[in-house]
């Protein structure tokens, strides 16, 4: 059964650049991202693992931790991540779990019937309550757009936490959607900083955690 937003993202323990993990233990009470990359020692997974290491303090700050992922041997993850290093200029400080044999990929819907000898590129992000966030999947030849991942986070930790939405294009500071929930007696004493009424069902206010 393929898996859905809100389902509890599966458990698993693991091998991992870093050690043996258990994954929902590793991921205590904070977010995750787990995403996977066709393979090691190719050029746009390179760069993308680099992109999400220069990132990766920016998800720190948001108690988000990150796990990469792909079917080759952990021998394989732990060179090819001197070669990130060197041709993207940061340093991988995140684990990479070695699934040679499928087992995670599996659980995760992350290897496609046409597509046998690797992982696509899926992300999946894993809220404290361990259910899955947000799932994106790119074919093999599109690299991913790390900063939209990181822009996701952002919205869905805003929205977890305030009964606002947020609208097309929206980044981090911009204006929110005050959800229909909220009744129109109850915006001033919910969203102090004001509010503007575009239309009955459009009503928008600053972002309420800044």
Known sequence: MSLRLGDVAPDFTT????GTINFHEWLGNGWGILFSHPADFTPVCTTELGAMAKLDNEFRKRNV???AISADPLDSHNR???DINETQNTSVNY??????EFKVANLYGMVHPNVDKFTVRSVFVIGPDKKIKL???YPASTGRNFDEILR???????TAGYSVATPANWKHGDDVIITAAVKDEE???KFPKGHKRVKPYLRTTPQPNL
Do not use: C, H, N, R
């Not at 996701?152 to 805003?158: G, T």
């Open 80 to 82: 090819w991540i001197g």
């Open 65 to 67: 931790k990150v796990i």
């Open 152 to 158: 996701v986070v952002d919205s869905l930790q805003l």
């Open 135 to 137: 799932m994106i999947t």
């Open 187 to 189: 915006i001033e004493a």
């Open 15 to 18: 091998e991992t650049t870093q």
């Open 95 to 100: 684990p990479l779990i070695a699934d040679p």
